[in-house]
């Protein structure tokens, strides 16, 4: 398995206002992943994120919006920009892990950001 | 591109009991991985079971095994002997094989326990 922080575990932020969230990994990772959860919603993948690279955005995420940054192998952050009430979501942080065959992937306790 | 169907948004079972809960999948992909994931309210995202597509043999983990069909693209999640601290949401999500780890997830399923 994979022990993976995140801070800050919940927030309450105001509109317009810009909040990092960090991922701490307990082993190197190539790959970082940060996946997006809006209320009573499923989780939808924003981007990967890889050491020395520029991170991969899936459509509708942006950087401007979501800057990623993965400065070494057991870290990134994700920054949530200009913040409004729809990015009022959990932000989890996950990574992959071979076992046995092929891989799998963990998460971390989530970030849960609440925008008034 | 990859869709994941969960049909029941919530399911309820009595302690001690065994329930299932239907997930379907739609690919063309031949090497995929499917997972099943607990969220209790707690929100993290926790592993229950992993399944590799290339194996027939259904995964178990503890009380947990799956019914994998590949042909019928079905993938179902079995917990035996129910406990109060199963209640939670369960995800079912799919993965390709190779270097895209992308999980694609259903919409979940509200599973409560009752006593």
């Known amino acids: 398995s994979a022990v993976i922080s995140q801070k800050p575990s919940r927030d309450i932020c105001q509109r317009g206002t810009s909040l990092t969230i960090q991922c701490q990994v307990d082993?190197?990772?190539?790959?970082m992943f940060w996946y997006r959860q809006q209320p009573g919603q499923s989780l939808t993948l924003i981007a990967t994120?890889?050491?020395?690279?520029?991170?991969?955005?899936e459509s509708g995420f942006v950087i401007d919006k979501f800057p990623i940054s993965r400065p070494n192998l057991t870290f990134s952050t994700l920054t949530v920009s200009n913040m409004s009430p729809e990015d009022s979501s959990i932000y989890l942080c996950s990574v992959s892990r071979t076992q046995g065959s092929g891989n799998t992937i963990y998460f971390g306790e989530g970030s849960w950001l609440t925008v008034v | 591109a990859q869709t994941v169907t969960q049909s029941q948004p919530e399911m309820s079972v009595q302690e001690a009991e065994t329930v299932t809960l239907s997930c379907t999948y739609d690919?063309?992909?031949?090497?995929?991985?499917l997972f099943w994931y607990k969220q209790p309210p707690s929100r993290q995202m926790i592993l229950v079971i992993r399944q590799e597509a290339y194996k027939q043999q259904n995964a178990t983990e503890n009380r947990f095994s799956v019914n994998f069909q590949k042909a019928a693209k079905s993938f179902s999640l079995k917990i035996s002997d129910s406990q109060l601290g199963d209640t939670a949401m369960y995800f079912c999500?799919?993965?390709?094989?190779?270097?895209?780890?992308?999980?694609?997830f259903g919409k979940g399923t509200l599973l409560t326990v009752n006593p």
């Open positions: 994120a890889n050491q020395g690279s520029e991170a991969t955005y």
């Open positions: 690919t063309s992909e031949s090497n995929y991985y």
């Open positions: 999500a799919f993965m390709k094989g190779g270097s895209n780890y992308k999980l694609t």
């Open positions: 082993s190197q990772v190539t790959m």
